[in-house]
């Protein structure tokens, strides 16, 4: 179901906030201690879900879109007076003292919040396998990954937990999950949705993005959470977002050069079989040459672990969670950040102090931001000629839990997606035609992007070609 479905059925007021509460309770009580997409889930979301009725009883049409919506956090994104752990056991017991931007946003909307999900320690990871609260399953196959890192709130949609879900996207960790799950997965330009309140990874990069059953829900969410924030400089101010007319005809790009020897060839397929559709639909598609988008996976892999580095030094047994206690003070932070993170956040604090090491910062960390500013230019110049670029979200369908125990093959899950937060740019990944593994039907997601800014675009173009022809508004 999507939020405008939803909505109407709450006006009408046959099915109501509580009605939708108490299934989606159940679905939760039924599943998720198999699939584990929740961390932790509200019981206080009942009274939530009843205010909601009541407001639906008593002024109908006239309350906000999202009232009574239920929607499932990623426990990355702080909630007041909830936990907030990041899948870490440094932050196991932390309790966030304020909310973020975004989720006071909802709660001004009546929003009714299921519970928090899933992820990959401090969102690090492509399958949500990395987390201290153990592995989230695939609902469509539970011997599967979800994908990450925001897999849980891919499993809670995809489960039927919440309508709608949010997500953090640093690399990938909406879009993923979305392909994977058979789900619509945003990421916003960079600075369009507030960043106060969400646990730092790498933070040029990290946007909040959304899960959702349409490309309209997409729209409904980042309406309603974007614009200025004052406690996040880096916020930009809607009105000054270019005005991105609507067209019925688009000219889109594929990046060839792009496109992977090593993708699985069912995926390339679908890819292919979904060109052919947009040009029956009439438009226009061309091929374009990206070369340096192929660098993106290498200077991701420098930027983003610099960033961690930097961000994750605030963990130190004494300000959040965990403190281990050792005979000085040294030792209480070693012991702590010793016990506290998993390996693969050790792995980027190191690999990130030593980018920015003083004998190495010129080698590495400055040649990933030169290589970034030039795959912005390189993308500049490419949007003079079209309006979207295309690409897979993900080379293979959801692998196999414990399949990628390699960490290189794990990144590599990453290669259509971290581009797109180098640049800035906002991208969408739709849910096309699945494919055949062991007798089930996995999804398979298409990624189009935009330049910076041109969120609207992609609403308008995913709409028309996305949410029309399955008959949802
Ligand atoms: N999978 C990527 C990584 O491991 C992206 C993570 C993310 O977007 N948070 O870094």
Same mark, same amino acid.
């Given at each position: 179901m999507t939020i405008t479905e939803l909505r109407k059925k709450f006006i009408e007021g046959k099915y109501t906030p509580l009605n939708a509460y108490e299934e989606m309770r159940a679905v939760i009580d039924a599943k998720n201690a198999d699939i584990n997409a929740f961390? *932790?889930?509200?019981?206080?979301?009942?009274?939530?879900?009843?205010?909601?009725?009541?407001?639906?009883a008593e002024k109908g049409n006239d309350t906000p879109i999202l009232l009574g919506m239920p929607m499932a956090i990623k426990n990355n994104i702080l909630m007041k007076g909830k936990r907030a752990t990041a899948s870490s056991k440094i932050l196991e017991h932390y309790v966030a003292p304020y909310d973020?931007?975004?989720?006071?946003? @909802?709660?001004? /909307?009546?929003?009714?919040?299921?519970?928090?999900?899933?992820? *990959?320690?401090?969102?690090?990871?492509?399958s949500t396998e990395n987390s201290a609260f153990g592995v989230t399953k695939n609902p469509i196959d539970p011997t599967r990954v979800p994908g990450g890192s925001s897999g849980g709130s891919g499993a809670a949609v995809a489960m039927g937990a919440a309508v709608v879900a949010l997500g953090t996207d640093t690399g990938g960790s909406v879009r993923l999950p979305a392909?994977?799950?058979?789900?619509?997965?945003?990421?916003?330009?960079? $600075?369009?949705?507030?960043?106060?309140?969400?646990?730092?990874?790498?933070?040029?990069?990290? /946007?909040?993005?959304?899960?959702?059953?349409?490309?309209?829900?997409?729209?409904?969410?980042?309406?309603?959470?974007?614009?200025?924030?004052?406690? *996040? &400089?880096?916020?930009?101010?809607?009105?000054?977002? !270019?005005?991105?007319?609507t067209k019925e005809k688009y000219r889109i790009g594929i990046p060839r050069d792009f496109l992977l020897e090593g993708m699985d060839a069912d995926v390339l397929a679908v890819f292919n079989a979904e060109i052919e559709k947009l040009t029956a639909l009439g438009h226009d598609v061309?091929?374009?040459?990206? !070369?340096?988008?192929?660098?993106?996976?290498? &200077?991701?892999?420098?930027?983003? !672990?610099?960033?961690?580095?930097?961000?994750?030094?605030?963990?130190? $047994?004494?300000?959040?969670?965990?403190? &281990?206690?050792?005979?000085?003070?040294?030792?209480d932070y070693m012991k702590t950040r010793a016990e506290g993170f998993g390996t693969e956040v050790k792995r980027r604090i190191l690999l990130g102090t030593y980018v920015l090491?003083?004998?190495?910062? *010129?080698?590495?960390? $400055?040649k990933a931001e030169t290589v970034r500013q030039m795959m912005?230019?390189? @993308?500049?110049?490419?949007?003079?000629?079209?309006?979207?670029?295309?690409t897979p979200t993900a080379p293979t369908p959801a692998f196999k839990i414990g399949e990628k125990s390699d960490p290189l093959s794990m990144y590599l899950a990453d290669i259509f997606t971290v581009p797109v937060n180098l640049t800035?740019?906002?991208?969408?990944?739709? !849910?096309?035609?699945?494919?055949?593994r062991d007798d089930i039907l996995l999804p398979v997601g298409v990624q189009y992007i935009a330049p910076h800014a041109g969120d609207a675009r992609l609403f308008d173009f995913g709409k028309k070609v996305y949410d029309t022809p399955k008959g949802i508004t």
């Open positions: 961390i *932790d889930v509200f019981d206080d979301a009942r009274e939530e879900a009843m205010r909601a009725t009541e407001q639906y973020a931007t975004i989720i006071t946003r @909802l709660k001004a /909307q009546g929003a009714t919040f299921m519970g928090t999900t899933n992820l *990959d320690e401090f969102a690090m990871g492509s392909s994977f799950c058979g789900l619509v997965g945003y990421k916003p330009t960079y $600075g369009a949705v507030s960043r106060y309140g969400l646990i730092a990874m790498g933070s040029s990069l990290d /946007q909040a993005g959304t899960f959702t059953n349409s490309v309209r829900d997409a729209e409904i969410l980042f309406e309603n959470m974007s614009g200025k924030d004052i406690y *996040d &400089a880096t916020t930009i101010n809607s009105d000054t977002y !270019p005005l991105v007319a061309v091929d374009v040459s990206l !070369p340096l988008m192929k660098r993106g996976l290498a &200077a991701y892999y420098i930027v983003m !672990p610099a960033e961690v580095s930097s961000n994750l030094a605030r963990y130190d $047994g004494v300000r959040f969670g965990l403190r &281990a206690e050792g005979d000085t003070l040294l030792e090491s003083a004998g190495y910062y *010129d080698a590495y960390y $400055g912005r230019a390189e @993308l500049a110049e490419v949007y003079k000629n079209i309006d979207i670029i295309m800035g740019v906002p991208a969408i990944s739709v !849910p096309v035609t699945p494919v055949l």
